[in-house]
T-cell receptor
Framework: LAKTTQPISMDSYEGQEVNITCSHNNIATNDYITWYQQFPSQGPRFIIQGYKTKVTNEVASLFIPADRKSSTLSLPRVSLSDTAVYYCLVRQRVNTDKLIFGTGTRLQVFP | DTGVSQNPRHKITKRGQNVTFRCDPISEHNRLYWYRQTLGQGPEFLTYFQNEAQLEKSRLLSDRFSAERPKGSFSTLEIQRTEQGDSAMYLC?????????????FGSGTQLSVL
């Protein structure tokens, strides 16, 4: 049961803003939306989390519309080191409340 | 460093051997997850614990896999009679259930190669 849908891959150039959108049509009322970043041979790393509207931290911004059926991770002025896989997670609400990863979005940043 | 420690970092074994991995979570975290990841795929859920109780085990997981979390602290994942298809990165994550929005903190993983 697919919980989230993201683009498989995206390309960008250094200095550009990158927006990655995730669809989560069946999000539950009390689910948070969490984004993780993963580099090769490392575990995923928490980037940002939100419930509604907009959240910003030192790394990224997260935009969540009023219906919460999607969210957009915004990376300002990307650099080569932002090349990674980005995962959007909401809680799986089928039988249990375990956290399920999708296939993520592979971001490639070019010089 | 996320504070989650996994050992060993790499493990090479022959088919049919048993292997055991260890995960030390962040001390105050009450939830511990195990995931498996192969190249090009997202982490696949294996099992998770809340304190010492194992709440769920993936139906995709064979009986050769077992996990424990005695006393709700560290956890071990054992694979018996390893097969080549078990080759993967095994990831452990911990979290504090009860805080608004659950955030997972991952270790660096154990890379298993079955020859």
């Amino acid at each position: 049961l697919a919980k989230t849908t993201q683009p498989i891959s995206m390309d960008s150039y250094e200095g550009q803003e990158v927006n990655i959108t995730c669809s989560h049509n069946n999000i539950a009322t009390n689910d948070y939306i969490t984004w993780y970043q993963q580099f090769p041979s490392q575990g995923p790393r928490f980037i940002i989390q939100g419930y509604k509207t907009k959240v910003t931290n030192e790394v990224a911004s997260l935009f969540i519309p009023a219906d919460r059926k999607s969210s957009t991770l915004s990376l300002p002025r990307v650099s080569l080191s932002d090349t990674a896989v980005y995962y959007c997670l909401v809680r799986q609400r089928v039988n249990t409340d375990k956290l399920i990863f999708g296939t993520g979005t592979r971001l490639q940043v070019f010089p | 460093d996320t504070g989650v420690s996994q050992n060993p970092r790499h493990k090479i074994t022959k088919r049919g051997q048993n292997v055991t991995f260890r995960c030390d979570p962040i001390s105050e975290h009450n939830r511990l997850y195990w995931y498996r990841q192969t190249l090009g795929q997202g982490p696949e859920f294996l099992t998770y614990f809340q304190n010492e109780a194992q709440l769920e085990k993936s139906r995709l997981l064979s009986d050769r896999f077992s996990a424990e979390r005695p006393k709700g602290s560290f956890s071990t994942l054992e694979i018996q009679r390893t097969e080549q298809g078990d080759s993967a990165m095994y990831l452990c994550a911990s979290s504090l259930m009860g805080a608004p929005g659950e955030k997972l903190f991952f270790g660096s993983g154990t890379q298993l190669s079955v020859l």
